[in-house]
């Protein structure tokens, strides 16, 4: 834990292309080895696949309702109590909720081998926008994981 002061919440400055502060986090959490603009070129690829697949919608709409499908609520944090540890349900604030988010995004677009990385996080984002694929199974099994143990609610501090 910080000995001297918290540290201030930067926000996040709008990507230059789209001017939309969701897809600027999303960039920055693509990014690998300071490599922004790889992950730009990732995202705005993501970005024109989408396009091309949802001719009707916007695919920036089509990004913030995929990442809003796939927010969690709640999720367990391990409490340790007299010798036994608890899984404790928690609320998630939204900074959690979007970076989780992300990450499961990211974690299992980079798991679809054989196809390249904006196609492969196109189709991520056209799964969860749908309400389909491994984002939103992950997301149902926090929630069950937290519905199973809401019994330990009380531990919550």
């Not at 834990?1 to 919440?9: L, S």
């Not at 799964?127 to 994981?145: S, V």
Request: glycine share 6%.
């Amino acid at each position: 834990m910080a000995r001297r002061r918290r540290a201030e919440r930067r926000d996040v400055v709008a990507d230059p292309k789209y001017n939309h502060a969701v897809i600027a986090r999303l960039i920055n959490c693509i990014m690998q080895r300071g490599k922004k603009s790889t992950a730009q070129q990732i995202v705005y690829g993501a970005l024109d696949v989408l396009r091309e697949k949802v001719k009707d919608k916007d695919p920036v709409e089509v990004l913030v309702q995929a990442v809003d499908n796939i927010k969690p609520r709640l999720e367990v944090k391990s409490r340790r109590v007299g010798g036994a540890t608890y899984q404790v349900p928690i609320e998630v604030s939204s900074d959690r909720q979007q970076a989780l988010a992300f990450r499961w995004i990211k974690g299992f677009a980079q798991g679809r081998k054989g196809t390249p990385m904006p196609e492969a996080l196109a189709y991520e984002l056209l799964d969860a926008f749908n309400n389909q694929g491994n984002a939103i199974k992950k997301r149902d099994d926090t929630h069950k994981m937290a519905q199973a143990n809401k019994a330990f609610a009380h531990y919550r501090w």
